[in-house]
């Protein structure tokens, strides 16, 4: 009997935690920070306690109670205690590795707190990119998915409540074991394993202490397991597939068929169609949405809008998307532009160009630069390190401002704090490529945003308004943003083709779709619960 219980992604898009357990073998489905949770309880200014370690999470149901999961080093004596009485706690024995789709934070953010010796299974670009973002981002406790820094308990004088936790000084990082699904590590380059060791420009002097891990080939789990590489809105990403007792069970992740590597998918459904599933786990991000928006799509509508700019672009995309920053790459050669990327940009680039030669270089582009913020404090070493290796590759906010027909900016709302320094002519262009707002807090970051453009007399395209308090996108400017999940039809015909005895839809706010969609189909629909538990 073949044990699935669902920690997150039950009626909520991200956030996915599923344990498979087999026997007295486990592993789990990825480990994703549930962002729509947090929200209920947290906010900028308001978020748990890092000294607190595992208690916060814990306490407000943001982590299961799962003893034996976590890491020793954020557990309080006898924190346990305060659980036992949970009716989903649990102490686990053994669970050999998590799963991981691929690199965005609502699949990976929450290994952050998984046991430093619980390997990490997943493709080469999502290893490497999960690096890439932690050295080139905060050092919080909840960015610690490719290496963590031990802390040590410490109990400042006059403290007698709870134990305050801190890095240890001299304490070196401690890189997880990360297993490759999709490559033999042998394969990689010097470069590739050199900078998987240690980076690019180190971040800190403590990185300097990072013990390291040299990659190691999925066959070391006692599961048997296929990985496929799929489409989705970054590097990457993949869909597990894992014999059990009862059959092959199949995971999507996240996936799409109307992007730039679609054949990736579709490769992947017949290959897991081949394999006569017992089961499938899929999502169902875009379930209510009838049709896509190709990145071709956004390439031309894009093009378009650029063209007849006369002054200053700026291009607001997700994070990561590097389809959308290469869409937007080709925009700037097609119109004579530059490509001005940010410093983190930049790092994910040059780590991804170690895997794919097809990424460009930013030192031999003559259409890609890099954009240096206007800073009260000293930059992290990397950024300063980059900057220098890039001298003649750097602009600032007067160069764009002087020659403000000649960029596109990469910007997002965060970053129009630099628009001051630039002082766009009226009548720049503001180019929005991404989703629409899907809480309170980002309509609130809407109606700043749009506040910002009406001030500096920016126009705007792709960008959705605010009408009788509901956000809509003008219909005239639709078909700037490929989404990363696959729509309605597209996942029913992705589901029918695998054509598995169960189905089980997870990542999504809609998972009743399939099971009206689905009605007389053969497959079963099971909808999960939250915590709740699925025998197969």
Known sequence: MVRLSFYGGVNEIGGNKILLEDGERSLFLDFGFPYKRFKLFYEEYLSPRGGAGLLDPLAMGLLPPLEGLY???????DIWQQF???????????????????????????????????????????????KAIQDSGKSGLDQQVCYLSPTVHDYPSGWRQVAHLSTGTGTPSEQRQFCLGDIDPDRLSTEAKEFWSSGFWEKTSRQRGLNSRPLKHHESCSFNLKCFPVDH????????????????????????????????TRDFIEQARRLNPRALIIEGTNAARETNVSEQDVYENGLKAVSKAESLVIADFSARDIDRLLTFL????????????????AYLLKTLGLLDSEIPDIALDDSLYIYQKTTARSPDTWVRNMVSDYDNKVVLAEDVGSAQDEYILCFSFFDLNELPGIRPAAGSLYVYSSSEPHDEEQEIDFRRLHEWLRYFSIKSTGLPVEEN????????????????????????????????????????????????????????????????????
């Not at 890491?71 to 004596?77: K, Q, V």
């Not at 080709?330 to 940010?342: E, P, Y």
Request: proline share 6%.
């Open 71 to 77: 890491r020793d080093d954020l557990e309080e004596p």
């Open 84 to 130: 036992k009485d949970n009716p989903s706690y649990r102490k686990l024995k053994h669970v050999e590795g998590i799963l991981l789709s691929h690199a965005h934070l609502d699949h990976s953010g929450h290994i952050s707190y998984i046991n430093g010796s619980i390997p990490v299974y997943t493709t080469v670009t999502t290893a490497f990119l999960v």
């Open 233 to 264: 809105s970054i590097p990457g990403a993949c869909a597990w597939a894992i014999e059990t007792s009862s059959g092959w069970l199949v995971y999507s992740g996240d996936l799409r068929l109307h992007g730039k590597r679609s054949g990736l």
């Open 330 to 345: 080709q925009i700037a050669r097609d119109t004579g532009r530059k490509l001005v990327i940010l410093p983190k940009d």
């Open 469 to 536: 308090g509901e956000w809509q996108m003008p219909e005239a400017e639709k078909g700037l943003h490929a989404s990363g999940h696959a729509c309605g039809p597209d996942l029913l015909d992705i589901v029918r083709e695998i054509n598995p005895e169960i189905l089980i839809p997870v990542h999504s706010e809609t998972p009743e779709f399939y099971a009206e969609r689905l009605e007389g189909s053969g497959i079963d629909v099971i909808l999960p619960k939250v915590y709740g538990t699925i025998e197969i």
